[in-house]
């Protein structure tokens, strides 16, 4: 089963990005790690990263298309792009919203809210990179 896994704004910087938020792996490292627990779990992994929302809008409508599974970090979107609800609104193959943090427990109260999250099957949340390794063995299954 292919697995699209998609990152959103900023997350280009991790590792050096407020490590002791978001940890020391860099995106270049999750991306291997994705496709290496991709390899364990018989799933066909590819990873994006993008700063522009309209790139994340047209790879979320080409996954509807194609029913494409998907694990979303969408960043500071998540919070408040109603696009982006538009967009998971009309996949049809699960979707799983992943967070680095736990934007529940951050005293920004912006980052409470996410518009994701009613289209995800499932949220996890404040398990670093470890969380998309959760996200892809929900998807295998
Ligand atoms: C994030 C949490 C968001 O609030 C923030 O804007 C990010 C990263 C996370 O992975 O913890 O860019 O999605």
């Known amino acids: 089963m292919r697995v699209l896994v998609l990152n959103g704004p900023n997350l280009g910087r991790l590792g050096r990005r ?3 938020i978001y940890g020391t792996t860099t995106h270049d490292e999750l991306v291997a790690l994705c496709e290496e627990w991709g390899r364990e779990l018989g799933l066909e992994v590819e990873v994006r ?3 522009h929302e309209g790139a ?3 790879w979320l409508n080409a996954a ?3 029913r494409t599974p998907v694990v979303l970090n969408a960043g500071a979107w998540s919070h408040y792009s109603y696009a982006l609800f538009d967009a998971c609104a009309q996949l049809e193959a699960p979707l799983v919203e ?3 943090s736990d934007p529940s427990q951050r005293p920004e109260v ?3 809210h996410s518009v994701v ?3 995800a099957e499932r949220v996890i949340a404040g398990h670093g990179v470890r969380g998309y390794r ?3 063995g929900h998807l295998a299954g």
């Open 18 to 20: 407020q490590p002791e």
């Open 49 to 51: 990263q993008t700063n």
């Open 56 to 58: 994340l809008l047209d």
């Open 64 to 66: 509807a298309d194609e």
């Open 98 to 100: 992943v967070h680095l």
């Open 110 to 112: 912006f980052r409470h």
């Open 117 to 119: 999250s009613e289209h």
């Open 134 to 136: 959760m996200a892809l």
